[in-house]
């Protein structure tokens, strides 16, 4: 009996070891604890994968941010390329030209001259004013002591040399004899009425040679050493006749004690009338004169753009010639560079060209 309670005990004993194995292979427990460590081990190989990915991502970054010559230069490639392409359709596009004809620019008042060689004339400016000239005035008197029986002439007649301009009566003989004028002039002053008593010291007649004139200027003490006998000299007024260029007749060797002031005088030619004793003029006495290569007239020289320029014909176009201005006396400039001598140029009606310039600029697009 009892070997055969070993025996089945034995059997059982086999069975139950394969049993123990199988069921210690299906126990839930353990099998999750399986699975979580599974789960585990996966999701820590993601981790290390993602790190290594963004490992490599932010190397790649750095590598960018650490080479900002690389991007510069990728940058200043697009910049060139935009800009090349902006600088040839510039170049593409063509220059505003001005080819007005010479004959149009004449119509609308315009001037051409040809560069040349001239004088430059440093000037003052000095007050005047027009006198009497002294030299052709004569005063009329009786030569006795007279009655004055016969008045034939006035103020403001003009009258002959050897004309009667009065009859007298002597106050002792009582015979008549005439007051003539002594030159060819104007009565600019009558001083007898009929039947008045003369003697041989009272006036009757003040009778003036009008075609020629005295314009006497004030030399200011600055000025006297300056002003000689022969310089040029422009005498004008802001009223009145034209001006006219004349020369230094005159030249007082003493100054006012008075004003300190020198006389300075032109012998003016007043054949038409025009001047009038007591008018004021604006002397400008040239007291230098300077030869210079190329001289144009102040007109010529326009603003453009800031820059002095002058249009100088080139073939069949104007071109607006920037140039360098030197001495000057009102009138005309010296031209340093810029324009040489032969070339042809505008004296009148630069402003002409010059608004077609800019109207043509604005039409090219060329107005920046």
């Not at 210079?292 to 800031?306: C, F, N």
């Amino acid at each position: 009996m009892n070997k055969l309670l070993n025996l089945v005990l034995g059997c059982l004993l086999l069975v139950a070891q394969p049993l123990q194995g199988v069921l210690a292979a299906t126990d839930p427990k353990k099998e999750t604890q399986a699975t979580h460590a599974r789960e585990n081990a996966s999701h820590q190989h993601a981790a290390e994968e993602s790190d290594a990915e963004a490992q490599d991502s932010e190397g790649a970054h750095s590598e960018e941010e650490g080479n900002p010559a690389a991007e510069e230069v990728g940058h200043a490639d697009h910049a060139e390329e935009v800009q090349g392409e902006g600088h040839e359709s510039h170049e593409d596009s063509e220059e505003p030209v001005l080819t007005l004809s010479a004959d149009l620019l004449r119509d609308l008042g315009g001037e051409i001259a040809v560069a040349d060689a001239g004088v430059i004339r440093q000037q003052v400016s000095l007050p005047g004013e027009i006198q009497l000239n002294k030299e052709a005035v004569t005063h009329i008197s009786p030569r006795f002591a007279a009655k004055i029986v016969e008045v034939r002439a006035k103020t403001g007649d003009k009258v002959s040399a050897g004309q009667t301009l009065a009859v007298a009566e002597s106050s002792e003989t009582l015979a008549r004899f005439s007051l003539q004028s002594l030159i060819s002039g104007v009565v600019i002053d009558r001083e007898v009425t009929l039947g008045e008593h003369l003697s041989p010291s009272d006036t009757a007649f003040v009778v003036a040679d009008m075609s020629t004139l005295w314009a006497d200027i004030a030399l200011y003490p600055r000025q006297v050493p300056l002003v000689k006998v022969g310089q040029s000299v422009r005498l004008s007024t802001n009223y009145g006749p034209e001006a006219v260029d004349a020369r230094i007749d005159y030249v007082s060797p003493s100054v006012d004690e008075r004003t300190r002031t020198g006389l300075a005088r032109v012998f003016l030619s007043n054949e038409n009338q025009a001047w009038k004793p007591g008018m004021f003029v604006q002397s400008d006495i040239a007291i230098g004169e300077y030869p210079v290569d190329v001289v144009v007239p102040e007109s010529a020289i326009i603003d453009l753009e800031g820059q002095t320029t002058i249009f100088v014909k080139e073939g069949e176009r104007w071109e607006p010639r920037p140039v360098t201005v030197g001495r000057d006396d009102g009138k005309m400039a010296e031209i340093l560079s810029g324009l040489q001598p032969g070339e042809s140029y505008v004296i009148q009606g630069g402003f002409v060209l010059k608004a077609q310039l800019q109207k043509n600029e604005f039409e090219s697009g060329h107005n920046h």
